[in-house]
């Protein structure tokens, strides 16, 4: 059976509606596909001389991009899904620098540049006046300073994308529940009672891993961050006929919305067609889901009172999802002793949302140890070249988790000093980015600003990461202790 056989023909939207997956993301055509040959320069057209038989469990950014890095290295890869066809459920997702540096690496830049959405800027605004007290200048700036763009794309699109680059060097197989593992083969029991043999199995099955249990010793509870998000996509046609609504797709910046214990996140996608919502607020019942239907009614009843145009937004969403946050604690470790299961992604370093990094946190693992695996030689590698990946992958996926949750704090502080506090550093870093854009310099010391997206410093140690960079600098500095007389080149 081809994979593209197996690529659900409808997707849903965050609005709870279908639409034919054609009209999500067009097939690409001969000329997307040729862009695509640039893949063939990855690790320097470097490619294991030792070829692995890998499984990656979980189809779904993780996974896919794992995949397709692995097969590019030279690996036979194959992909167990539990669900019986590959689609997705979401809204807009954010493409940062440190992603997309890798995805017009892969090819993907011209594909991007169509479906995806630019900001101009970052702009922050009191909830009840809708006052601006943050702005950080985007756009082509962004792309100056890091070398790689800044995008909003709805997350089906980019699925689809990485599918369609994925699907043609691996094996996908839907309907493939896994059920149990036995570490020391490896093999995978399916829930048909199939067994699947494997040299290495990559647990890219999510938040709800079933693959990180083996990992951990048992099942580790998730802790609730006492906050849910509705989600919801609004056509900007009903956006651009409103006088006080259009300003947001005539000039699409990322906008959001801090009032206490709740914020909103408002930004273009595809190609400004629709308009996407992420409405954070308390929220302590019900289970960790992406897909539960939320209440309208009780969605606008928690923001009454904000400024109107968020009324005016809220008005024009007929359905929304709730997905309820969760928390985890980072993993001592991400590879099983056995050294036959390492995970990678939200199975092992699930992202709350308030910095935007949870899909390139499971891209950039996917591309180091793609690049890592890539100098494969002989089975004694395997083991070191996993702790390898661990070693460049932990400290930083730690850091961004952490990141995520002072943001949590700092968007929620209710009127007061401290609310004053923020958005006097907020308003300090927005005059400087404005003299900035004025042609002016800079002289203001953004360290430690409550606008995370300000900081200098930050920006760069998150922005200008590169995944293949970091994995190349590894080999250069250890990967002569690896070289054994079987090995070398």
Same mark, same amino acid.
């Given at each position: 059976?081809?994979?593209?056989?197996?690529?659900?023909?409808?997707?849903?939207?965050?609005?709870?509606?279908?639409?034919?997956?054609?009209?999500?993301?067009?097939?690409?055509?001969?000329?997307?596909?040729?862009?695509?040959?640039?893949?063939?320069?990855?690790?320097?057209?470097?490619?294991?001389?030792?070829?692995?038989?890998?499984? /990656?469990?979980?189809?779904?950014?993780?996974?896919?991009?794992?995949?397709?890095?692995?097969?590019?290295?030279?690996?036979?890869?194959?992909?167990?899904?539990?669900?019986?066809?590959?689609?997705?459920?979401?809204?807009?997702?954010?493409?940062?620098?440190?992603?997309? $540096?890798?995805? &017009?690496?892969?090819?993907?830049?011209?594909?991007?540049?169509?479906?995806?959405?630019?900001?101009?800027?970052?702009?922050?605004?009191?909830?009840?006046?809708?006052?601006?007290?943050?702005?950080?200048?985007?756009?082509?700036?962004?792309?100056?300073?890091?070398?790689?763009?800044?995008?909003?794309?709805?997350?089906?699109?980019?699925?689809?994308? /990485?599918?369609?680059?994925?699907?043609?060097?691996?094996?996908?197989?839907?309907?493939?529940?896994?059920?149990?593992?036995?570490?020391?083969?490896?093999?995978?029991?399916?829930?048909?009672?199939?067994?699947?043999?494997?040299?290495? /199995?990559?647990?890219?099955?999510?938040?709800?891993? +079933?693959?990180?249990?083996?990992?951990?010793?048992?099942?580790?509870?998730?802790?609730?961050?006492?906050?849910?998000?509705?989600?919801? &996509? &609004?056509?900007?046609?009903?956006?651009?006929?409103?006088?006080?609504?259009?300003?947001?797709?005539?000039?699409?910046?990322?906008?959001?919305?801090?009032?206490?214990?709740?914020?909103?996140?408002?930004?273009?996608? $595809?190609?400004?067609?629709?308009?996407?919502?992420?409405?954070?607020?308390?929220?302590?019942?019900?289970?960790?889901?992406?897909?539960?239907?939320?209440? +309208?009614?009780?969605?606008?009843?928690?923001?009454?009172?904000?400024?109107?145009?968020?009324?005016?937004?809220?008005?024009?969403?007929?359905?929304?999802?709730?997905?309820?946050?969760?928390?985890?604690?980072?993993?001592?470790?991400?590879?099983?002793?056995?050294?036959?299961?390492?995970?990678?992604?939200?199975?092992?370093?699930?992202?709350?949302?308030?910095?935007?990094?949870?899909?390139?946190?499971? /891209?950039?693992?996917?591309?180091?140890?793609?690049?890592?695996?890539?100098?494969?030689?002989?089975?004694?590698?395997?083991?070191?070249?996993?702790?390898?990946?661990?070693?460049?992958?932990?400290?930083?996926?730690?850091? +961004?988790?952490?990141?995520?949750?002072?943001?949590?704090?700092?968007?929620?502080?209710?009127?007061?000093?401290?609310?004053?506090?923020?958005?006097?550093?907020?308003?300090?870093?927005?005059?400087?980015?404005?003299?900035?854009?004025?042609?002016?310099?800079?002289?203001?010391?953004?360290?430690?600003?409550?606008?995370?997206?300000?900081?200098?410093?930050?920006?760069?140690?998150?922005?200008?990461?590169?995944?293949?960079?970091?994995?190349?600098?590894?080999?250069?500095?250890?990967?002569?202790?690896?070289?054994?007389?079987?090995? $070398?080149?």
């Amino acid at each position: 059976m081809s994979n593209k056989s197996i690529m659900g023909n409808r997707s849903q939207t965050a609005t709870g509606t279908s639409e034919p997956i054609e009209n999500v993301c067009a097939q690409w055509d001969a000329s997307h596909k040729a862009d695509l040959h640039f893949a063939d320069k990855l690790y320097q057209g470097r490619r294991a001389s030792l070829s692995l038989n890998i499984v /990656v469990v979980g189809c779904g950014l993780g996974g896919l991009t794992a995949a397709y890095c692995l097969a590019q290295a030279g690996h036979k890869v194959t992909i167990l899904e539990a669900a019986p066809t590959i689609g997705d459920i979401g809204a807009g997702i954010q493409l940062s620098p440190n992603l997309t $540096r890798l995805l &017009i690496r892969w090819g993907l830049g011209k594909r991007l540049k169509e479906v995806a959405v630019k900001p101009e800027a970052l702009t922050f605004r009191r909830w009840c006046t809708g006052e601006t007290v943050a702005w950080t200048q985007w756009g082509g700036a962004i792309e100056e300073k890091y070398g790689a763009p800044y995008y909003h794309i709805h997350r089906a699109d980019f699925l689809r994308m /990485v599918y369609e680059l994925a699907e043609p060097n691996c094996t996908i197989r839907t309907n493939c529940r896994v059920l149990s593992m036995n570490t020391s083969k490896p093999t995978l029991t399916l829930e048909s009672g199939e067994v699947v043999h494997a040299d290495l /199995v990559i647990g890219a099955d999510g938040v709800k891993s +079933t693959l990180r249990q083996y990992v951990v010793g048992g099942v580790d509870q998730p802790r609730p961050t006492g906050d849910a998000a509705y989600r919801a &996509i &609004i056509s900007t046609e009903k956006l651009l006929r409103n006088p006080d609504l259009r300003p947001l797709v005539e000039t699409p910046e990322m906008v959001g919305w801090m009032g206490p214990r709740c914020h909103i996140m408002g930004y273009n996608i $595809r190609a400004k067609r629709e308009y996407n919502l992420v409405m954070v607020h308390p929220d302590n019942n019900g289970d960790e889901s992406w897909t539960a239907e939320g209440s +309208t009614q009780r969605m606008r009843a928690e923001f009454a009172g904000w400024e109107p145009r968020i009324q005016k937004l809220l008005a024009m969403i007929p359905s929304t999802l709730n997905w309820k946050l969760m928390d985890r604690d980072p993993l001592e470790t991400w590879i099983h002793k056995d050294g036959k299961l390492v995970l990678l992604g939200d199975s092992c370093h699930p992202m709350l949302p308030y910095r935007a990094q949870g899909s390139a946190m499971a /891209v950039e693992d996917a591309a180091v140890l793609g690049n890592l695996f890539s100098h494969l030689a002989h089975r004694s590698q395997i083991v070191p070249l996993l702790h390898a990946y661990q070693s460049i992958r932990y400290d930083r996926a730690t850091a +961004t988790q952490d990141a995520s949750r002072l943001n949590q704090h700092s968007f929620h502080l209710p009127d007061g000093p401290q609310q004053e506090e923020r958005d006097q550093q907020m308003r300090a870093a927005m005059e400087d980015a404005l003299r900035i854009a004025r042609g002016e310099r800079s002289t203001f010391n953004s360290a430690g600003n409550s606008n995370q997206w300000a900081d200098e410093e930050k920006n760069t140690i998150q922005f200008g990461y590169d995944a293949d960079e970091e994995a190349e600098k590894w080999w250069r500095k250890h990967g002569h202790t690896l070289m054994g007389p079987r090995s $070398r080149m």
